[in-house]
């Protein structure tokens, strides 16, 4: 039963990463290189698109961007659309 609700949640988190994926511009997501920029159009956009993404699917709390670093295995977030400042992941 535990694993049939693990592989059910997977498959559900995949979908919508999925669905995701295909609404955040890539091309403005490589635009965003400091933190300084949370402020300007590409990453106000894509916190909005993240933020409509939540109002949408209530099971969602919490969705960002993430993107590799030059370390091996590491990434680094990129936009957050957590609306408290405070609690919002950081470059």
Do not use: C, W
């Amino acid at each position: 039963m535990r694993t049939d609700h693990i592989q059910t949640l997977n498959r559900e988190l995949r979908n919508v990463v999925a669905v995701a994926s295909l609404q955040v511009d890539g091309d403005a997501l490589e635009q965003i290189t400091s933190l300084k920029q949370g402020n300007l159009p590409p990453y106000l956009t894509i916190r909005k698109t993240l933020s409509k993404i939540i109002s949408a699917t209530p099971d969602i709390k919490d969705i960002y961007t993430l993107r590799k670093t030059d370390k091996s295995g590491q990434y680094s977030f990129i936009v957050d659309a957590d609306p408290d400042p405070q609690s919002v992941a950081h470059m």
